[in-house]
């Protein structure tokens, strides 16, 4: 009787001659055993020779861009016979297809390789990023910077010897490893180049905000890696701010406004008191009742994305309340309103009694008058008369 083993695994074959796909059986090894019912022995394991496996090529992954939401990574090799492995960020995926397919703005960041393999070797393609979805913010800026300071621009791809790393700044090309080698020697101080390709930016200006991206060629003069740009905005630090005070409306109200010597869209304002930030206000403008924040320290705090300051705090002075644990008196304005109605009543009355008065007095004048006139005319009467009986005679 005759029993075949591959690997050591009993096979249900029983005839003399086994038959097989040379390449489903590269590496296997087989045996036969016979036995009959005395005895039995095994052959040694031999090997198939008909079908020589090669070793799989270095593969290369395509990106294309079916629309603006997908992404399609392909894994490109020239050879047939192998198996596929996906990795995203080094880690292995499940999907085992030539082509994967994500969602673009899921993935936006993250770096992909494929693994192909078969018995005999493997090989692992260069790391690459979706190039079909590119978010920026509103303002369009991917990343801030002070002025003055550094901000590297790092290359997502790991740089063979052979191939040419060019950056752009904008549309210039600002660096080219063939034609200059500003790795070792660079006659520019506002930037180089590291060993790994990264771009280091120094004492940066606001005119070297922009867009900044890499390309990767190799010896043929092909794209090798699809790397994202990077939009860089370069502002200044935020200044200290200084915050003033103004008593407004009838309710004893306190506005506290905040300024700033710098005119950006950036700045954002937050208002601060005991070190406590008052929520629901990211205007430069605070208004508050007086009493409110009766002796409170209130101060400003400035941002932009690069930086901050924080104002010296200031007191409301519309309001002046005397506190030893509770208030010690009324209200101040309390005795301003009442005294100034108090001297309103007193003037009306003063101007009604002398009214009055001069009323009176007219009034006496008048009727003393009607009584005097009727005795002074029947005097004159009497005189006249008189006289002209002196003249009859």
């Not at 629309?67 to 960020?89: A, G, P, R, Y």
Request: glycine share 4%; net charge positive.
């Amino acid at each position: 009787m005759i029993e075949w083993f591959m690997d050591d695994e009993k096979l249900e074959e029983k005839e003399k001659t086994l038959t097989r796909v040379a390449k489903d059986v590269a590496n296997a090894r087989f045996s036969c055993n016979v036995s009959n019912p005395v005895s039995s022995d095994i052959s040694l394991p031999v090997q198939q020779n008909c079908y020589e496996l090669s070793r799989v090529q270095k593969p290369r992954v395509k990106i294309m861009c079916p629309n603006k939401s997908e992404v399609k990574f392909t894994c490109v090799v020239s050879q047939n016979d192998f198996k596929i492995e996906w990795l995203m960020e080094g880690k292995r995926l499940k999907e085992k297809e030539m082509t994967l397919t994500r969602v673009a703005k899921d993935v936006v960041n993250a770096s992909f390789s494929c693994n192909v393999s078969n018995p005999v070797s493997s090989e692992l393609s260069l790391p690459v990023q979706q190039n079909c979805y590119a978010p920026h913010s509103q303002d369009g800026c991917d990343e801030y910077a002070a002025t003055g300071s550094s901000f590297t621009v790092p290359l997502k791809h790991k740089l063979q010897e052979s191939e040419n790393l060019r950056w752009f700044h904008n549309t210039t090309i600002i660096f080219n490893s063939k034609l200059d080698k500003r790795t070792k020697r660079n006659t520019r101080k506002d930037f180089f180049v590291d060993s790994t390709g990264s771009l280091k930016l120094t004492k940066l200006m606001k005119d070297n905000s922009g867009q900044y991206a890499p390309i990767v060629y190799d010896e043929e003069g092909r794209n090798v890696a699809h790397l994202l740009s990077l939009s860089l905005c370069v502002l200044d630090p935020v200044q200290k701010p200084n915050v003033t005070m103004k008593c407004t409306g009838s309710t004893i109200n306190v506005s506290f406004t905040c300024s700033v010597d710098q005119k950006e869209n950036y700045l954002e304002y937050k208002w601060l008191t005991t070190d406590k930030e008052l929520t629901g206000n990211l205007k430069d403008t605070l208004t508050k009742k007086a009493e409110d924040v009766m002796n409170l320290p209130i101060a400003c705090n400035v941002s932009n994305p690069v930086s901050f300051a924080i104002s010296e705090p200031v007191y409301q002075e519309c309001l002046k309340l005397y506190v030893a644990g509770e208030k010690s008196g009324p209200n101040i304005w309390v005795f301003v309103r009442f005294g100034a109605g108090f001297f309103l009543l007193l003037l009306l009355t003063v101007i009604v009694c002398a009214t009055q008065k001069n009323l009176t007095q007219k009034n006496k004048y008048a009727i003393r008058d009607k009584e005097e006139f009727p005795l002074s005319q029947s005097g004159t009467e009497t005189t006249a008369a008189a006289a002209v009986g002196q003249l009859h005679k």
